[in-house]
C-alpha cells in the first residue's frame, strides 16, 4: 500500500478479516490527508494481522511510532493504536534501499512541507514510482532534486502530484505541490513511460479533472509519456 487516506477504509473491506492479513505501507508523509483512514482499515481489529507502516523520520526527532500513538488516541480517537488487535510495526526512514521479500524498494526524501518521501517499487522487473506530494520550485520553474530524479528514472509508471493549474499555483506556490506541467515536465525529463496525475485539487469536480486529463495527455504525446489522471477504483496493468 501507498499511504492511509481514506482509501484505506475501502481497500480494507476487499481484505481477509480473519487475522491472515499482512501487509506493507509505504507512507510519504504524515500530514492528515495521508493517514487518516488507519484507524478505520478493518483487517488490523482481527488478531494475527500485521501490518508494516514505513515513514520519515520527523525533523524534531520523533519516530514515527511515537506519531501515531499521539494521533490515534483520546481525544482525537476513542482508542489508542496499542489498543487495536492486530499488529503493527513502524520503520522510520530517510535515504534507504532495502527489501521486502523479492521486491525491492527505494525511498529518497523529496521537497515538501516537512519530512516527505517518494518511493520507488521494482519487481519482477516493473518498476513503479510514488511522488504523491511534490514541492515545484517556488518560482514556478521547471527543476527537480537529485534524489526526486534518480526515483523516476526510466519508471514504467509514476503515480505524481498535480493538485494546481498555473494560475492557483501562483497564489499557493509554497504549499508544497505543483503544476500539472511541472508533473508532465518531470515524467518526461526523467523518461517515464506512464504518468498517472495524482493528488487532485479537492475543489475539482469530475469536468474539471477531465478537462486536466485532455490537455496533459496532449503534452505528454510531445514529450513521450503517457499520461492519464488516476481515479477511484483504477486499475493499471503493467
Known amino acids: 500500500m501507498f499511504d492511509l487516506g481514506t482509501g484505506a477504509r475501502y481497500f480494507g473491506a476487499t481484505q481477509p478479516h480473519d487475522g491472515s492479513f499482512n501487509g506493507v505501507?509505504?507512507?510519504?508523509?504524515?500530514?492528515?490527508?495521508?493517514?487518516?483512514?488507519?484507524?478505520?482499515?478493518?483487517?488490523?481489529?482481527?488478531?494475527?494481522?500485521?501490518?508494516?507502516?514505513y515513514a520519515p523520520l520527523q525533523e524534531d526527532g520523533r519516530s514515527i511510532a511515537e506519531v501515531f500513538s499521539a494521533t490515534i488516541s483520546a481525544p482525537l480517537f476513542p482508542v489508542g493504536i496499542d489498543q487495536f488487535p492486530?499488529?503493527?510495526?513502524?520503520?522510520?526512514?530517510?535515504?534507504?534501499?532495502?527489501?521486502?521479500?523479492?521486491?525491492q524498494i527505494t525511498?529518497?526524501?523529496?521537497?515538501?512541507?516537512?519530512?516527505?518521501?517518494?518511493y520507488r517499487?521494482?519487481?519482477?522487473?516493473?518498476?513503479?514510482?510514488?511522488?504523491?506530494?511534490?514541492?515545484?520550485?517556488?518560482?514556478g520553474g521547471f527543476r527537480a532534486s537529485d534524489g526526486a530524479l534518480e526515483l523516476a528514472k526510466g519508471a514504467d509508471l509514476l503515480i505524481h502530484d498535480s493538485q494546481y493549474t498555473v494560475d492557483e499555483f501562483s497564489l499557493k506556490y509554497n504549499w508544497g505541490h505543483c503544476t500539472t506541467d511541472y508533473a508532465v515536465w518531470f515524467a518526461a525529463t526523467a523518461g517515464v513511460k506512464r504518468l498517472a496525475l495524482f493528488h487532485h485539487d479537492p475543489t475539482r469536480n469530475d469536468?474539471?479533472?477531465?478537462?486536466?486529463?485532455?490537455?496533459?495527455?496532449?503534452?505528454?504525446?510531445?514529450?513521450?509519456?503517457?499520461?492519464?489522471?488516476?481515479?477511484e477504483g483504477l486499475t493499471v496493468h503493467l
Open 25 to 53: 505501507c509505504l507512507v510519504s508523509h504524515l500530514h492528515w490527508d495521508h493517514i487518516q483512514g488507519l484507524p478505520f482499515f478493518t483487517p488490523m481489529l482481527r488478531q494475527g494481522s500485521q501490518l508494516d507502516l
Open 86 to 103: 492486530g499488529t503493527f510495526r513502524f520503520r522510520d526512514l530517510a535515504d534507504h534501499d532495502f527489501r521486502v521479500g523479492d521486491v
Open 107 to 118: 525511498s529518497r526524501l523529496i521537497p515538501h512541507v516537512g519530512p516527505t518521501l517518494g
Open 121 to 139: 517499487v521494482e519487481w519482477n522487473g516493473m518498476s513503479v514510482v510514488y511522488m504523491s506530494d511534490h514541492q515545484q520550485p517556488f518560482d
Open 207 to 231: 469536468a474539471a479533472i477531465d478537462e486536466i486529463a485532455e490537455c496533459a495527455a496532449r503534452a505528454g504525446r510531445l514529450a513521450g509519456v503517457e499520461v492519464f489522471c488516476a481515479v
